[in-house]
């Protein structure tokens, strides 16, 4: 199972994404589901994947490969984030048309992806490829978009991001969302990569990876557990509480 999630604020861009992979119990590893490409003060795209391993590694070649073979779409001629992830969808759409016309055993080959970035004279966008191609743009009222197992890491999103949450705030949120995925599935696992980018900078922005191991990322672990704590400590008493008596 995969998480992967993507915030858009008006700082800038956070995304985050485990790095577990499985094929039953036997067969789990350790691939990257995060892809950036950019074109330095002129446009930055980052990727998430989550779905059939074989149909994400297509795609993720396909779209570095066509820039230089000068096939046209691609991510350096799209005019807006809109066309990209029409693009995006499309490859997605055709790799997994390409790979079942192959198989003989109902493989499910889907996919699904979040297209984020920037393109220079406009705002960053994000948006949500679905495996049969289409998309939908993140609402101005929940500025994120999740994908693979998100239920567990979708609380603290609602109650925190909004637009002008800051972006190292809106970091530290998303790697509270993935430890509480994590915590909760055993199918999410690190390493876990985080990718900061800052409005208006069209490069490849801060990228960070977290192992089970990292200082940081146990910190943060530690804090929300006790800061949770705390709050279950100070939530208001039962009137039986108060008074001495029994419910």
């Known amino acids: 199972m995969t998480y992967c999630l993507a ?3 008006n700082d800038g861009l956070v995304l985050c994404s485990d790095s577990r992979t499985n094929a039953g119990t036997d067969n789990v590893s350790t691939y990257s589901k995060m892809f950036s490409f950019a074109w330095p003060g002129a446009r930055f795209f980052a990727l998430l994947s989550a779905g059939n391993l074989a149909t994400t590694q ?4 396909k779209l570095s490969g066509d820039v230089p073979a000068g096939l046209v779409p691609n991510l350096a001629t799209a005019a807006t984030m809109q066309e990209a992830a029409d693009y995006v969808g499309m490859i997605s759409a055709q790799v997994q048309k390409h790979h079942a016309s192959r198989d003989t055993a109902s493989t499910n080959f ?3 992806f979040i297209l984020a970035g920037q393109i220079e004279g406009q705002p960053p966008e994000m948006y949500m490829v679905y495996p049969q191609g289409n998309y939908i743009h993140e609402s101005s009222g929940h500025p994120f978009l999740q994908i693979g197992e998100f239920k567990y890491g979708k609380p603290i999103l609602d109650r925190v991001i909004k637009r002008d949450v800051s972006l190292e705030r809106a970091a530290r949120c998303a ?7 994590i915590r909760s ?3 999410v696992g690190p390493p876990i ?7 208006g900078a069209l490069d490849e922005g801060r990228r960070l990876f977290f192992r089970d191991d ?5 910190q943060i672990s530690e804090k ?3 800061g949770l704590l705390m709050a279950l400590e100070n939530l208001p008493r039962f009137d039986w509480e108060t008074h001495g008596s029994g419910p």
């Open 110 to 112: 889907e996919a699904t």
């Open 193 to 199: 990569e985080l990718l900061i980018y800052r409005c």
């Open 185 to 187: 599935n055993v199918t």
């Open 58 to 61: 297509a795609v993720v070649k």
């Open 7 to 9: 915030i858009n604020v």
């Open 224 to 226: 929300w557990n006790e």
């Open 214 to 218: 990292d200082p940081f990322a146990r």
């Open 175 to 181: 790697l509270v969302s993935m430890n509480s995925t």
